[in-house]
């Protein structure tokens, strides 16, 4: 089983920065790593993926050129660096584990409890 914590998240000013981390209990370098969110009101929808090496990734295209997806496998951990955050960022944001790249949520087998960023105007 695998367990992922998400923590980073919290209010910050339009046009402002925050990073992401999300921890998993157990060795994830052999899994792809995605990043989903969900507004009020509205699905859950795909941020960002990265594939077990690091060296393929994936943005929705609301975020491309503003967010950045990362991962360090020594540290079982993956990151998403927002930067230029957008009123419309505002969501509860899930890391999520799949055995291969992909942009899908049903693709992802492990979820995170998620953390809330705010983003104020």
């Known amino acids: 089983q695998v367990q992922l914590v998400e923590s980073g998240g919290g209010v910050v000013q339009a046009g402002g920065s925050l990073r992401l981390s999300c921890v998993a209990s157990?060795?994830?370098?052999?899994?792809?790593m995605g990043w989903f969110r969900q507004a009020p009101g509205k699905e859950r929808e795909f941020v960002a993926a990265?594939?077990?090496?690091?060296?393929?990734?994936y943005y929705a295209d609301s975020v491309k050129g503003r967010f950045t997806i990362s991962r360090d496998n020594a540290k079982n951990t993956v990151y998403l660096q927002m930067n230029n955050l957008k009123p419309e960022d505002t969501a509860v944001y899930y890391c999520?584990?799949?055995?291969?790249?992909?942009?899908?949520?049903?693709?992802?087998?492990?979820w995170g409890q998620g953390t809330q960023v705010t983003v104020s105007s």
């Open positions: 999520a584990a799949s055995l291969y790249i992909a942009t899908e949520e049903n693709d992802y087998r492990y």
């Open positions: 157990v060795r994830t370098s052999n899994k792809a």
């Open positions: 990265i594939s077990w090496g690091g060296g393929g990734t």
